[in-house]
């Protein structure tokens, strides 16, 4: 009887032992985990700051024309410092007499950027064409490329980074689908679009995508 008490005292002891082992397996997987995942988001900032450097690298060597397809989200947290140098440099640029023009996807919320890159000095336009959903890119002066790559598919994922390409064959090409994107409609004529499909006042508007109503108002004609 006594032998069995201690057998089953060592299996008790072992399955005690066992559980707690596992427990902190566990526990050391979950933090492994998390920072895993930590260090793919430091990544990822680095990844996406120098596809913003790139951009604006790409810019300030401009002459003649810079055409681009952008998601046009509202920035947020680190974006938003990122989208103020786009805005300086496009200011730089249009004043030594540099043509930039961006498409982005007929979203109402793409309002916002669209507005301030035009306040800048770009010519801003939407379309509902697949192409402002499915690429990211700039073209400077027809022979360069930069192209953003998205985490996932999908207009709503963020570009993770982006790659840049000497190429005036890829160029001309992103180019001519950018003029034939169809559906085109200037900021202006998107502008009524949007109050005309949802009903929602200027001051509605102005209010939802942080624009100026006054400034609203004289560019819907209202």
Do not use: W
């Amino acid at each position: 009887m006594s032998i069995e008490i201690g057998l089953l005292s060592l299996e008790s002891i072992l399955l005690v032992a066992t559980i707690v082992l596992l427990i902190y397996s566990i526990k050391e997987g979950k933090q492994r985990d998390r920072l895993i995942l930590e260090v793919g988001k430091a990544t990822k900032v680095l990844t996406r700051q120098e596809y913003f450097l790139t951009i604006i690298d790409s810019m300030m060597d401009a002459k003649e024309e810079i055409t681009g397809c952008i998601t046009g989200r509202p920035p947020t947290g680190d974006d938003s410092k990122m989208t103020r140098d786009i805005m300086e440099n496009i200011e730089r640029m249009t004043e030594k007499g540099v043509r930039i023009r961006y498409l982005m996807p007929k979203f109402p919320d793409r309002l916002y950027l669209g507005y301030l890159y035009m306040k800048a000095g770009a010519e801003i336009f939407y379309s509902s064409c697949l192409m402002v959903y499915d690429m990211r890119f700039i073209i400077v002066d027809n022979k360069v490329v930069v192209i953003g790559v998205p985490e996932s598919t999908g207009e709503k994922e963020a570009t993770k980074k982006g790659y840049r390409i000497p190429s005036e064959g890829l160029a001309i090409v992103l180019g001519n689908y950018f003029d034939t994107c169809k559906n085109q409609s200037d900021f202006k004529g998107y502008l009524k679009e949007v109050i005309a499909q949802t009903g929602a006042t200027p001051e509605h508007i102005a209010r939802e995508y942080r624009i100026d109503e006054k400034e609203l108002r004289k560019l819907a004609e209202l």
